[in-house]
């Protein structure tokens, strides 16, 4: 359902809440124009701020920025100190986890599936990542986490957040955001089972998505995700194809990982 978050400006309108020239993100899909009653519109974006593209407006001032900030705040309830690892650290919810833990004095490592994700990780803010295809979890974190992590922000499941939970904390919090291990696979996800390490060290594991849990705290949250971007503290990073003929392709490097950021296709 992501995907079909649209950035939206109405060029006619005789509805009073949404006048010419309001910038809406709607549930759309993939289309040059259309009518619509104003059943599916999520959110109005007309105040950017001027340091951020519009294309903000379906990233760090949508789905992409809500999750990450309620996952961080709201679900992890993170704090100074604290050590926290993201899998899918590049991709378009990751970036932004990671500038955000930043801004609350958190040590942040990523996961990633290459050399130049991270770099990139790196250089939005990250203080470490690793390869999670020529590293063990294990040795990873003995390395980068010596004193162990205790907050997990989990975008990818599987057998890898397995792995990350029989290193964690007592007491380690985990917000699970996606599975995207396993989303392609074409067969079940087997993984080791976790309730035993998880029972031993009094942990935590909560999921949560964008339709069920974050709506109520939207206005919120992007209230505080502006000013973050104001200040120049959380940036949209993005990978952008232009024309509705990229979608197909767009689409599915997305979920092979091959973006950097979130993925934005404009037509």
């Known amino acids: 359902m ?17 006048p010419v020239d309001s910038i809406l993100v709607m ?15 999520w959110y109005v974006r007309t105040d950017i701020p001027k340091n951020v593209p519009m294309s903000a407006g379906v990233g760090i001032f949508a789905m992409t920025g809500l999750t990450a900030y309620y996952g961080v705040n709201y679900v992890l309830k993170l704090k100074a100190g604290d050590t926290l690892l993201v899998s899918g650290a590049a991709g378009a ?3 932004v986890v990671g500038q955000v833990a930043k801004t609350m004095g958190c040590r942040v490592i990523g996961s990633c599936g ?4 991270i770099k990139f990780v790196k250089s939005v803010g990250y203080d470490d990542a690793f390869n999670y295809k020529t590293e063990s979890v294990s040795e990873a974190l003995k390395k980068l986490a010596p004193n162990g992590v205790n907050l997990y922000f989990d975008n990818v499941g599987g057998s890898f957040s397995s ?3 029989e290193n964690m904390n007592k007491g380690g919090r985990i917000a699970c955001c996606g599975a995207v291990s396993s989303y392609n696979s074409k067969v079940p996800a087997q993984a080791p089972v976790v309730q035993g390490t998880m029972a031993l060290r009094s942990m935590s594991m909560q999921g949560f998505n964008i339709f069920d ?8 949250i992007y209230v505080a995700m502006k000013k973050l971007a104001a200040e120049g503290k959380v940036k949209q990073y993005e990978y ?16 092979q990982g091959k973006n950097f ?3 934005v296709v404009k037509i």
């Open 163 to 165: 792995a990350v939970i």
């Open 93 to 95: 919810v990751g970036t």
């Open 2 to 18: 992501n995907q079909r978050a649209g950035l939206i400006r109405v060029t006619k309108s005789r509805h009073p809440k949404y």
């Open 240 to 255: 952008v194809t232009d024309g509705f003929e990229t979608l197909p392709s767009t689409f599915i490097g997305m979920l």
């Open 213 to 220: 849990d974050i709506p109520a705290h939207a206005d919120e």
């Open 114 to 117: 290459s050399e130049e994700k």
């Open 261 to 263: 950021g979130k993925a």
């Open 27 to 41: 549930n759309v899909g993939w289309r040059t124009g259309g009518k619509s009653d104003g059943s599916d519109v």
